[in-house]
C-alpha cells in the first residue's frame, strides 16, 4: 500500500471548524509532498479554494529554505518576494513565536521534517510554536509524517532534567521511535493540555519501515542529512558533535565519516572491529573536510557502513567508538567547550547525552 501524507490530501483533511482560518505555516525545504509538490504550493492552493488564508511562513533552524549551518548559524527573517508576506526566523534573535509574529493567526500549521533523533532541534521548534499558540490562544495543526529511520527501534535514555536544552526541550530517548504527529500529540499532552491540537494523518505506513522502503521521496532537511543512511547513523554519530573529533561535516558524508589529524586509522579500524559491534562494519577512511573541524587538513579515522538496519545501535556504537578514542588518545582527545545550541555552561557532551561527563560512560544512555 503506497502512503499518502496528509499535504496530498490537504483540503479534504483541514479541519471544518477552521475553515477560512489565518494561517502562519512552519515549513523549510523538505516540505513537500509525496509527488515532490512543496507545501507551499499545496497551501497556496488551499488559499485560492478558499480552505484557509495563508497570513505568514516561519522557519527553523537552517533557515526556510535549508542554507544555513549549524550550532547557532543564525538567518533572519524576510518578506516572501512572490507571495509578500512575512517569514519568520524561529532561529535567530528568538526561537519560540513572539505576539507580534502570531499577531493576527488563527492556525500555526506545522510541517516539518524530523529524523527521529532528540538532537534534531525541528521538533523542538514545534514544541516552542505550541506554548506560544497556547498562550495565545491559536490552534495548531500537524501534519504527521514517517520516522525515518522507522517507528519501532528506540535507544538512549530520557535527559536529566538539569540537562534539558534546545537539544531536549522535554525529557525524550535520544532514538525516539515516534512521527512528529506523535511527539506533537505527547507535548500536548504532558506540556500544553489546554492546547487546540489536531494531527493530521497519513495513511499506510508500516511502522518498521525507514523512509527509503516507503517509495517516498528524500528531500534533505538540513544540510548535513543528505540521505536516509545519514539518518540513520545521526543519533549515535552526533555526539562528535561535542568533541573535537570531525563527525564528518564538511564532506560528503557527514556523520558517517569521523575523523582527526592524529588518529592511527589502521589501529582504530582494526580494534572497532574486532569489537563485533552489531549491525556495523568499520572502513578505514582519510578525509580533508572543506569546512568545520580541520578544514583543509586531513583527517583519518573511518567509515561506518551500517551492514544490518536492524541489528544497528547507533547511541551504542558511537559510545563505544568515543570510549575507545578517549582511553586511547587522552594527550588529544577533549571535549568540545561551549556555547553549543544556546547553552552557555554545560559542555555540549552533556547536553547531547542529558547528564554529566562523569555519568556518560558509566552505564548505557
Same mark, same amino acid.
Given at each position: ?66 542554507? &544555513? ?13 512572490? /507571495? ?27 510541517? =516539518? ?20 499558540? $497556547? ?18 527501534? &528506540? ?47 497519513? $495513511? ?42 570531525? $563527525? ?73 567508538? /568515543? ?38 560512560? =558509566?552505564?548505557?544512555?
Amino acid at each position: 500500500m503506497s502512503i499518502v501524507l496528509p499535504v496530498d490530501r490537504l483540503s479534504e483533511l483541514w479541519p471544518e471548524s477552521l475553515k477560512g482560518a489565518r494561517v502562519g505555516a512552519v515549513l523549510h525545504s523538505a516540505s513537500v509532498n509525496s509527488s515532490l509538490r512543496p507545501t507551499l504550493d499545496v497551501l497556496e492552493e488551499a488559499d485560492r479554494n478558499g480552505t484557509i488564508h495563508l497570513a505568514s511562513l516561519f522557519g527553523p533552524q537552517h533557515g526556510f529554505e535549508a542554507t &544555513t549551518q549549524d550550532n547557532m548559524v543564525e538567518w533572519s527573517g524576510f518578506i516572501h518576494p512572490r /507571495l509578500g508576506i512575512p517569514v519568520h526566523s524561529l532561529y535567530g534573535n528568538v526561537r519560540e513565536p513572539t505576539a507580534e509574529m502570531l499577531s493576527g493567526i488563527d492556525v500555526l500549521f506545522v510541517d =516539518l521534517v524530523d529524523v527521529g533523533a532528540r538532537y534534531y532541534t525541528f521538533i523542538w521548534t514545534m514544541l516552542l510554536c505550541m506554548k506560544a499558540a $497556547e498562550e495565545m490562544g491559536i490552534s495548531v495543526i500537524v501534519a504527521d509524517r514517517p520516522n525515518p529511520i522507522n517507528g519501532i527501534s &528506540t535507544e538512549g535514555n530520557p535527559q536529566q532534567h538539569d540537562y534539558l536544552s534546545f537539544v531536549g526541550l522535554h525529557p525524550l530517548r535520544i532514538r525516539h521511535g515516534k512521527t512528529i504527529g506523535e511527539l506533537a500529540t505527547q507535548f500536548r499532552e504532558e506540556r500544553f493540555p489546554n492546547l487546540d491540537l489536531t494531527v493530521l494523518p497519513m $495513511e499506510g505506513w508500516d511502522r518498521s519501515q525507514y523512509l527509503d522502503e516507503t517509495g517516498l521521496p528524500w528531500v534533505m532537511p538540513s544540510p548535513n542529512m543528505p540521505t536516509v543512511d545519514t539518518a540513520v547513523v545521526y543519533p549515535g554519530m552526533c555526539l562528535f558533535e561535542g568533541t573535537n573529533v570531525s $563527525e564528518g561535516r564538511g564532506t560528503t558524508r557527514p556523520f558517517e565519516l569521523f575523523g582527526a589529524p592524529w588518529i592511527d586509522s589502521n589501529a582504530l579500524t582494526n580494534t572497532l572491529n574486532e569489537q563485533n559491534l552489531p549491525g556495523v562494519h568499520f572502513r578505514e577512511a582519510a578525509f580533508e573536510p572543506g569546512f568545520q573541524k580541520y578544514a583543509k587538513e586531513v583527517c583519518r579515522g573511518c567509515q561506518i557502513h551500517v551492514i544490518n538496519r536492524k541489528d544497528f545501535q547507533p547511541v551504542r556504537t558511537a559510545l563505544e567508538i /568515543l570510549k575507545h578514542l578517549r582511553e586511547n588518545y587522552p594527550d588529544s582527545f577533549a571535549w568540545k567547550n561551549p556555547p553549543y545550541e544556546y547553552e552557555y555552561d554545560k559542555l555540549p557532551i552533556e547536553i547531547l547525552c542529558g547528564r554529566p561527563e562523569h555519568e556518560i560512560f =558509566l552505564h548505557t544512555l
